[in-house]
Structure formats: structure tokens, C-alpha cells
């Protein structure tokens, strides 16, 4: 029998995000005892491990990057083949705009039709790993939907909040897997006050946005993958739609393990970060240009990009941080404009993304406007799901 040290994973421990307290992460672990906040995966990037031995080029997902995920058994992964999504040209948007080189990296093409698949592939299989035999999350949408489904493959009780407004795609798809689904008025954060009445007896392990370690590390493959895709070398500007923030903290983690693992040079210049939201819940915007000490009182409100409504992200430290580390910004976006990137998109690239991955394209025009921009500069954007699962949301706006 397979020990818990006797693995294919550098895993070494976890890490307390506010006060760097370590954690065992042979253990069932939630947030930090010390300080209530997230915890991190780290691992052994001493021993050397070269792209060559360090990825399985046959395996066309996520788990090509096996070796620097947390799983300690392969017999306990969760998989329906998520990852490896494709960096497409945008050349006639770039041509009507004036850029030498401008991607998208369309995370819409996942399992379960969003990023998200990532990180809950991850958790779920992480929770198996453990003994878990059910879990419950506040969702937007889109995590309650892969929770779901990776439940379902995992045989284990799934147990879902979401805002009643949540448009029926996500609810319907969350009713196939057989998930048990409760609506509540309000935004995630009202969500998860009902998770936390529902989960009393802690019976359900909660993988709510960084409160268990592991969604993280599933959503940092984003970075490993980016970056092998484009030859090992970085774009310039990296735009990203941060509601809770896992996909910006995790492709940043994944960028710094490169460094330490001498897959990019030490002194490589990474990407500056944008963190894109919506005008009608912007909680790092806000804390950023400084109008709030923090968003723990933030009240926001609904749009049409659902994975953007979340007012109080637990993880708002970690992405400041990233945000400070790389010289990048914050930005708003309206529904408006989120609606004028999706048309754009869709007529002249024949991509229907979902609102977030609109608002990071609008997000691009503003700050080409603004100068903060250089139209000769790699710009990278990130779609994080399909348009079609928002059609409740803005049908009749083309």
C-alpha cells in the first residue's frame, strides 16, 4: 500500500497566507487556525526538475503538470480532461486597434463549460484523497456547476447555494448532476452565510474560493500553461477577470514556481496584471485607489457577469499583493461595456465569450486609451467561460 510520502508530488507542506504558519498537508485542512485566512501549497523546487522531466507531454490536461500538483495518489483523481485550452490570435481586433500582438486564452472550452473546472478537479480530488465524502459551496455559477459534476464523478454528496437571479443554465446543469441546489436572494457572500448554516455540523467540506488550499493549485496550471504554450516566454500584460481571485493568485504562484525551478530565468520579466471587474461590484478597485481600508464591508450589486458579483473576497490580500509584485492595476468595467466586448468578439473573431471575458477585452481598450497600454506590447487576455451559459443575461443585446 502507497504511503502518504511515497508519491510522485513535491507537496512538502502548507502555509498560513497572512503569517506564513505551517500546516501539515498530509491532513484535512481548511482556512488557518492562526489567522482565519488561506492556505498555501509548497513544495520542494529545490531538487532539480527540468520541463523535460517535469511534464507528461502525453497527457493533454492539467495533470501534464503531475509533479507539481498536490494529489499523492493518482488512483484518486477526479478528471473529465480539463485544461490545456488553446491561445488564439485575435488579429482583425488587433488590426482594427492598432497591436502588433494581441491572444486570448479561452478558458470557456473546459469540462463544464469554465475555469473553474480547474480547481474544483483539484479539490474534489484532493477531498477523495482524504476521506471527504461530501462537499458545499456558495457559488456565482460556474463553481457550483463544476463542484457538481465532479462530485458526480467522484460519488460524492454535492450541496450547492446559489443567488436565485442566477441565470437557469447554471441551475438546470447543477439539477442533472444531481446536486442538492438551494437559491438565496442576494450575492455570494449572501450564499455563503446560508453554506455556513447548512454545513453546521461541519459534516460537508466547504471548498468556497480559497478556504481549502487546493482549488488554487488546479487554477495555477493556467500559468505552467501559458507559459509553455507560448515557448517560454511571457506576455507583456496579462488581463484577468478577479471576482474571488483564484485564477490571478494562481497563475502568478505558478509563475514564481517556474522561476524557482529555473524553467524561466530567475531574473525573467513577468507580465503585468490586470485584475478586471465589474463596475457594479468592484471591492479591489475600491481598496486599491485607497477609498476603503479593505472589502470587508463592500456591498455590491448583481451583473450580467456573474463570477464578478462577489463583494468580500477572502482572498483580496493575495491579490494586491500580486497586483503590487507585478506594477499592474485594477479596473471597473459596466455591463454596457462587458455587452459592446461581447459583440466585438463574437463578430469579428466568432467567439462567444461569457461577460467576464468581454469585460477583459473592454478592460484592454480603456487602458489602450489611457496610454497604460503600448499598442507594440504582448497583450494576453483570459475568457474564463462560454457566453452560452449567460444567455438569460443578455439576450436580446446583440
Known amino acids: 500500500m502507497q504511503t502518504l510520502l511515497d508519491t510522485q508530488t513535491r507537496l512538502q507542506d ?72 488553446p491561445i488564439l490570435p485575435l488579429q482583425r481586433l488587433a488590426s482594427r486597434y492598432g497591436l502588433r500582438d494581441l491572444r486570448l486564452k479561452d478558458e470557456g472550452l473546459n469540462p463544464t463549460g469554465s475555469f473553474k473546472a480547474r480547481g474544483l478537479s483539484m479539490a474534489i480530488s484532493k477531498a477523495k484523497e482524504l ?7 456558495p457559488t456565482a455559477g460556474n463553481a457550483g456547476v463544476a463542484m457538481a459534476a465532479y462530485c458526480a464523478r467522484a460519488g460524492m454528496r454535492a450541496v450547492v447555494a446559489m443567488p436565485s437571479h442566477t441565470p437557469k443554465a447554471f441551475k438546470e446543469e447543477c439539477y442533472w448532476y444531481g446536486a442538492e441546489v438551494h437559491l438565496v436572494d442576494g450575492l455570494i457572500n449572501d450564499c455563503a452565510a446560508r453554506v455556513r448554516e447548512l454545513n453546521a455540523d461541519n459534516s460537508l467540506l466547504d471548498v468556497s474560493t480559497l478556504k481549502e488550499p487546493y482549488r488554487l493549485e488546479g487554477k495555477k496550471t493556467m500559468g505552467y500553461e501559458l507559459a509553455e504554450q507560448l515557448n517560454w516566454t511571457l506576455p507583456d500584460v496579462l488581463l484577468y477577470p478577479a471576482g474571488g481571485g483564484t485564477g490571478l493568485i494562481g497563475i502568478w504562484k505558478a509563475l514564481r514556481e517556474m522561476q524557482a525551478l ?53 482572498g483580496e490580500p493575495l491579490m494586491l499583493q500580486v497586483l503590487d509584485e507585478s506594477n499592474g ?31 477583459v477585452w473592454m478592460a484592454a481598450r480603456q487602458l489602450l486609451e489611457t496610454g497604460w497600454l503600448r499598442p507594440e506590447e504582448q497583450i494576453l487576455l483570459l475568457n474564463t467561460g462560454s457566453g452560452q451559459k449567460y444567455l438569460d443575461n443578455v439576450e436580446g443585446h446583440y
Open 14 to 85: 502548507l502555509h498560513c497566507a497572512a503569517c506564513d504558519t505551517p500546516y501539515s498537508a498530509f491532513q484535512l485542512q481548511r482556512v488557518s487556525a492562526c489567522c482565519g485566512q488561506p492556505l498555501v501549497a509548497h513544495y520542494d523546487l529545490h531538487e532539480p526538475l527540468t520541463r523535460a522531466t517535469g511534464i507528461e507531454r502525453a497527457e493533454n490536461s492539467m495533470w501534464r503538470y503531475r509533479s507539481l500538483l498536490p494529489l499523492l495518489d493518482d488512483a484518486n483523481r477526479v478528471s473529465l480532461g480539463e485544461g490545456w485550452t
Open 131 to 137: 476521506g471527504v465524502t461530501g462537499c458545499i459551496i
Open 262 to 314: 529555473g524553467w524561466l530565468p530567475a531574473d525573467a520579466k513577468l507580465p503585468r496584471m490586470v485584475a478586471v471587474q465589474s463596475a457594479n461590484c468592484c471591492p479591489l478597485v475600491e481598496t486599491r485607489a485607497g477609498h476603503q481600508t479593505n472589502c470587508h464591508s463592500y456591498v455590491g450589486q448583481p451583473t450580467i457577469a456573474n463570477g464578478l458579483a462577489v463583494p468580500r473576497p477572502l
Open 329 to 359: 492595476l485594477a479596473v471597473a468595467i459596466t455591463d454596457e461595456q462587458m455587452l459592446e466586448g461581447m459583440r466585438e468578439l463574437a463578430r469579428l473573431e466568432g467567439m462567444f465569450v461569457a461577460p467576464e471575458g468581454a469585460a
